[in-house]
């Protein structure tokens, strides 16, 4: 029965979400509270899950912007075993003052780590579609899209492809290098 509390199944909450994509002539609608970015867009769309409309809350990223993720996941968490007193310091008082010796060192620590990383080719990531059925509104959808840059002629394919299940995913592993000064 979570379904029914779950606003994203109700269907007055879809002829809504329907109205408002016909009058922008568009599959979708942006998240206008997001930070959308050229490699990130948080939208809506409607499509059927097990026979029944929904809205699809959606993330779509580049893999670029994946990659660059999990690099920085893996480096902070590295940076969280090597340095405990800085990890400490920063989850306690996100305000605080922290050393600036001690954070030059961390960031330099954290910029090792990803060349490292980089080098080795230890961080791979692929096309993928994340399917969240427990999302607070609607079904949650996280996707990994191997584009240049994620615009609303992508995000319509996507919507199209997704909801006619003729979407294909490339199945290849990718890794990328950071700009120089990325990684500063």
Known sequence: MAKTKNEGFNPSEIAKYSDKMKAAGQLFLPDEEEDNSDEYQHFYFIGKHEGEEVIFDAVICTLRLEHEGELLDVAEA??????????????????????????????????????????????????????????????????????????????????????????????????FQLAADEEE
């Open 78 to 175: 590295q940076a969280a075993s090597a340095f405990p007193d800085y990890e400490k310091l920063r989850s306690e008082i996100e305000s605080a003052e922290i050393d600036p010796a001690l954070e030059e060192e961390v960031g330099l620590f954290m910029a090792d780590v990803i060349s490292e990383l980089q080098e080795e080719g230890a961080i791979k990531v692929q096309e993928h579609i994340d399917i969240n059925q427990e999302a607070d509104f609607g079904i949650g959808l996280d996707v990994g899209l191997m584009v240049e840059r994620i615009s609303p002629e992508i995000i319509e394919k996507f919507v199209r492809q997704f909801n006619d299940d003729t979407l294909q995913l490339d199945e290849t592993f990718y890794s």
